[in-house]
Structure formats: C-alpha cells, structure tokens
C-alpha cells in the first residue's frame, strides 16, 4: 500500500509534535533576549565575564545577542523558512554549550547568563553548568527535531506553499 | 494505441506540469523567506548595534563630569597614603560588599590609620536590575563621589552600606540618600550633585573600566595589582586579606 496514500499515524503527527517545538524554541529565545535586552550594558558584562574576547568586543557581542535572540524567537513564532531558522538556532545554541563548556573547563565561577545577565558568582554560590548544558541540549534537540521535520501548523511557510 | 492509453498518458502529463509548478511554487518560497530571515536577523543586529553606540555616546569624555579628587584615571578614591596599593571595587547594593565591609572594614581601616596601605574605592555599578528600575547601584555611587568631593566619602561609603536597601527592592529614594549625606556632615553642595545626578554618567565609565580590567564581580579586592580570593575563588576572609597586605608589604 502507498504510504503517501495512507499516512501512519506518526506521519500525521510529525506536523503537530514540529510545531510544538517551534513554538517551544520561539519562547526560549524570546525568554532569552527579552530579559536581556533591558539593560544592554550587563548583558555586554555577561560575556565579557566568559573571558573569551577583549571588553570592546564582549560589550558588542551582548549589545547584538538579545536583539539577535528576540528576531530568531519571532521568526521562529510566525514559522517563516521554519529549516533555516532551525539551523540558525542549532549553531547559535552550540555556540552557547561550547562557551558554557568552556567555561567550566577552565574553572570560571561565572552565572552562564543564559537567562539572566550573569557575570561572576556571588561568594558561596556554587555554578550550575552541568545543569545549564543538559538544558541547552534540550533546546538543542528541538532545534534537531525542526530541522529534520520542518512542517508545522500555524505557519507563514504552510500558508504561502497554500498547505491548508 | 487505444483511446484508454491516450487518455492516461494525458492525466501523468498533466499530473508531471502539476508537481513541476508545485516544486517551483515550494523553491520560490524557500528562497524568498530565507531572504527574508536572513535580512530580519541582520537588521536585529545593527539594532543592537546602534543601541549600543548610542549609549556608549552618553560615557563620552565630554558627556562625563569627573570628581576633581578622583585617583586612578578618575575612576576611584583613594583613602590613607600607605605604601601598598588595595584597590576595592564595591557595589553600594551588593549584600557580599556589605559582608566584606563588616568582616573586613574594621582591618582596613586600622592599615589606613597606621599608613600601611593606600585604599583606592572604586563604586561600581553593576546591581543596576536589581532596583526595580530605579538604578540604585549607580544613584548611590554617584552620591558617594558627590561626597568625595565634599571631602566626606569614608564616611558616607560606610553610612551606605549600614543603611543598605534589600536586593530586589527600590532601594533608598533621592532624598534618603541626601538625608543619610547630611548625618555625615555633608551640605547643600552635595545634594545638588545628588539631585542633578551629576556623576551617574562616570559612575558607568566606572563600571567599564572595572570590567575591562577583566573583573566581573563585587567585591573584587586587588592588593599591589593582584586579586585576592579564597580558596575557591570566593570573597577572602581577613586573614587571607591581611596576608596579602603584608606580602605585599615586603
């Protein structure tokens, strides 16, 4: 029997389990560039705080990243080229998991400032980066999952190839 | 031949021009939204750009008014004239600054009394969030250069931290913090300087000079150029702070 002709109940899924995790990957960034991008100069101090580039060029990094994090969540919202979006998320968050590895590696005491500002720890705070990898990972694998599976419901994509 | 034959090779065909039109329609979109994502995230990032340059114009050397007595490019105040060079940067919101200042304080002032070690306070900003918006981590360190000024910052440094607001909460209003100046001693100049808000703009050129040295954290305590931590990086306890002096000391 053709497949195509009659789909399996996973394969009528896949479109509602994808759109779960578009709109699951939107709020994270959304999340994440919302509570940074108030105050522009911590979010620049929270980079500069992984030790990884000069001050000037951490302070640019975390002027664009919350700007750069809201645009991919909206994007991500509506589902406009749903692929490209999922692949820019999956670097963009590797990119995260290798600062955090990294950090850790080279015994910083620093708040990852994932989903805050960040910066150094506090005295007597302990960081959490397994904790803060094992949910990168878990953002991760949406990513995965919409790269692999694009289709969604709700989406600019399906309304302009005329998917009802 | 047959009619029948005919008549199914012009369904495929048809059938063919359909998926043709339908793969173009599906290549169109795919390149054009992808345009379109690409110039989306580009525009966010010259935003965020611009944002940034626009704010960094307000910490121009032109826009910041400098305490005349401040040490060290302008940006600290230095108390005691001891040999050994302790540089102290603190956050007026900062609980842990406030630790620091109970365990420690009473040593330090002591080294400065015996004129074993030059303190150089550099009021940081850096809590800023942590003030339901009303930036009480840069208003205090501006008041307290505006007591420097007026030749009262020890004084008022320490009625800050025994007056210091929770984490989390508004902080002390304007006035507060004129009244607290008045209790040291401090006039009419000073509450100028805190209601005009005359140098919360070199308060942040304090905050980035602070990070630029690579410090991400208050308090962060340098002895003679060097960070003084405990053990596992935290905030040093007297002994260790004493050690570093005399170390230092030679």
């Known amino acids: 029997m053709d497949l195509k002709q009659q789909p399996s109940r996973l394969a009528a899924a896949w479109p509602w389990i994808s759109t779960l995790a578009r709109l699951g990957l939107a709020a994270v960034f959304l999340t994440a560039g919302g509570l940074k991008v108030t105050d522009l100069a911590a979010s620049g101090r929270a980079v500069n705080a992984y030790d990884l580039m000069s001050y000037d060029t951490a302070k640019a990094v975390g002027a664009v990243q ?20 999922a692949a820019i998320s999956a670097v963009v968050l590797v990119i995260f998991i290798a600062g955090i590895v990294s950090a850790w590696a080279r015994g910083l005491r620093i708040d990852c400032g994932c989903f805050s500002k960040g910066g150094e720890l506090a005295g007597g705070r302990t960081a959490q980066y397994g904790l803060d990898i094992l ?13 692999w599976k694009p289709r969604t419901r709700f989406s600019l994509d399906g309304f302009l190839l005329g998917e009802k | 031949m047959s009619k029948g034959d005919r008549g199914r090779d012009r369904t495929a065909a048809r059938r063919i021009v359909e998926q043709q039109k339908a793969d173009e ?13 690409v110039a989306v995230l580009l525009i966010a990032g010259f935003a965020g750009w611009g944002v940034l340059a626009n704010q960094e114009k307000k ?13 060290d490019d302008g940006t600290a105040f230095a108390v005691g004239t001891g ?28 080294l400065v009394t015996a004129k074993k070690v ?33 030749g009262k910052f020890v004084e008022y440094h320490n009625v800050l931290f025994q007056n210091q607001p929770e984490e989390n909460s508004d902080g002390l209003d304007n006035a507060k913090l004129i009244e607290l100046g008045q209790s040291v001693g401090l006039g009419d ?41 405990s053990a596992n990086g935290g905030l040093p306890t007297t002994e260790i702070f004493s050690q570093a002096v005399a170390a230092a000391a030679g």
């Open chain 2, 25 to 37: 329609r599906r290549r169109k979109v795919t390149i054009w939204t992808s345009v379109g994502v």
């Open chain 1, 135 to 147: 949910r990168d990972v878990g953002f991760l694998a949406l990513a995965g999952l919409l790269l």
């Open chain 2, 189 to 229: 100049s000073f509450a100028k300087a805190v209601t005009d808000k005359t140098y919360d703009t070199w308060v942040t050129k304090v905050t980035d000079t602070f990070s630029s040295r690579g410090y991400n954290g208050t308090p962060t305590i340098v002895v003679n150029g060097k960070q003084v931590t």
């Open chain 1, 66 to 85: 919350p700007f750069l994090e809201i645009a991919l969540g909206l994007l991500l919202l509506i589902g406009i080229a749903t692929r490209l979006s």
């Open chain 2, 83 to 110: 040999p050994v060079t302790v540089d102290i940067y603190e956050d007026f919101m900062c609980p842990i600054c406030h630790e620091f200042e109970n365990q420690t304080g009473p040593t330090i002032a002591q």
């Open chain 2, 118 to 150: 030059t303190v150089r306070y550099h009021p940081v900003a850096i809590l800023d969030r942590a003030s339901n918006g009303t930036q009480y981590s840069t208003r205090s360190a501006g008041a307290a250069a505006a007591a420097a000024v007026d």
């Open chain 2, 59 to 71: 910490t121009d050397a032109s826009q910041v008014t400098t305490p005349s007595v401040a040490v």
